[in-house]
């Protein structure tokens, strides 16, 4: 057995699962504080990367301009869409919700193919093509390089939540929404918050995975990755989001390079049955006890 090959097989699977767990984050944002099952997620990652090429190659500017405004537009079509199809919603059924998240996905996708049509296309070199080696194992550039922004926003988002008033406030509203308005904290504001920084992160989880593998309406698919990774680690853990991220990234590798490609959704979802079998709420997610 090449344990090389392995070892080099797992440092990639690692390194697409820090974006599985950048985007999962995002997601978990989102349920912690709304108890909303964002869908949409794959397409607002996928609208980053098109955002980050028109700003590239159709406006003219630098990447590291046009980085910065794509994280900003992702916040401000988080605020649009909290303010304008969710937060009308409130007290519907959670269904409801859900299927609106399924619209905005469907909308999204057709909006991107009507503006820059279905082919793929590719994003600007921006990342450097060094070889990287770790001793004899080789990790490809690109997915390196997205690890380690990957994680650095991961970072960014972990303090935040942890430090900052808007953090706390998230938490807190999380924990007890009805606590957390009799204590003065403006609840609507707080999910508008969570929506705007996890549509922001997901734009800019957008624009690595699109320069690692190019950009098409199809990225959408993505998203079914992500809700696998929130499932197993827990809809609302974000350490559970990392973790969940990291494994599924490992199984779809090992998976695909021993098994073949087209197994890699079969290995992921039956390790999803798995782990809900022995743990319904995913590895890290809340037990909650409902009484009737």
């Keep these: 057995m090449d344990w090389l090959y392995i070892f080099e097989v ?11 767990a950048l985007t999962g984050v995002a997601f978990v944002l989102i349920y912690k504080a709304t108890r ?15 955002v980050f090429f028109g700003l590239v190659a159709g406006a003219g500017l630098s990447v590291w301009a046009a980085i910065p405004l794509t994280i900003l537009a992702g916040a401000g079509l988080g605020a649009v869409v909290e303010r304008a199809l969710i937060r009308p919603m409130l007290g519907e059924s959670p269904i409801s919700v859900f299927m609106v998240t399924i619209g905005l996905g469907s909308i999204l996708a057709g909006l991107v193919e009507l503006g820059w049509g279905a082919d793929p296309l590719r994003l600007p070199e921006f990342i450097p093509n060094t070889p990287i080696f770790l001793g004899e194992a080789y990790v490809a550039p690109k997915v390196a390089y997205g690890a380690l922004v990957a994680a650095l926003l ?5 303090a935040a939540l942890r430090f900052s ?20 904290i403006d609840v609507g504001r707080v999910f508008s918050l969570s929506w705007m920084a996890a549509c922001a992160t997901a734009a800019g989880a957008g624009v690595i995975v699109g320069a690692i593998g190019g950009i098409s309406p199809t ?11 929130v499932i197993v680690g827990g809809l609302d853990s974000v350490a559970g989001a990392l973790v969940g991220g990291l494994l599924i990234g ?10 073949g490609g087209e197994y890699k959704l079969l290995a992921t979802f039956s390790l999803l049955i798995l782990i809900l079998m022995i743990r319904p709420y995913g590895i890290f997610g809340t037990h909650e006890i409902e009484r009737l």
């Design 165 to 184: 008033r808007g953090g706390v406030a998230l938490r807190a509203t999380a924990r007890d929404q009805g606590a957390a308005y009799s204590m003065g």
């Design 10 to 20: 797992s440092l990639a699977g690692l390194g697409a699962g820090a974006l599985y």
């Design 219 to 229: 990225m959408g698919i993505f998203g079914l990755s992500v809700l696998v990774v």
């Design 154 to 158: 991961i970072a960014g988002a972990l």
């Design 36 to 50: 909303v099952v964002n869908l949409a997620i794959g397409e607002i990652l996928m609208l980053g990367g098109y």
């Design 250 to 259: 490992l199984v779809e590798a090992l998976a695909g390079s021993f098994l």
